[in-house]
């Protein structure tokens, strides 16, 4: 089974986007900063990453940047689902290593086939 981790600081976006991949199946693990993202990642190793851009501490960029620094992490996909939505925001993201920009609001729809196009 595909374990997924939310990184969202505002929880109701949280659970929306959890509720979402549980449905289709998938194991979802939250964390409510990239710090605590980063050590969840370390200890529960989940397949695909999906994080909100703007956080307070270590924003999703800082963590997309670590993860891909990382080699042990450097492979595993990370999704952005953000309120950025300009397109030099998404080719920031791009080159900071993100693999898909989903921009909120989002469906159901774009959620899952985000994850299912990074998932191996």
Partial sequence: ML???VVEDVLS???LIASYLQEVGYNVINANSG???LEK???QKPDVVITDLVMPGMSG???CRSLKKNPTTQKLPVI???SKNQELDRLWGMKQGIDV??????TKEEIIRAVRSVAN
């Avoid at 920009?101 to 989002?106: A, I, N, S």
């Fill in 3 to 5: 374990t997924v981790l």
């Fill in 101 to 106: 920009y989903v921009t909120k609001p989002f």
């Fill in 13 to 15: 976006q949280q659970q």
């Fill in 80 to 82: 952005a689902c953000t």
């Fill in 35 to 37: 710090q605590e993202a």
């Fill in 41 to 43: 990642v370390n200890h």
């Fill in 61 to 63: 960029l800082e963590l």
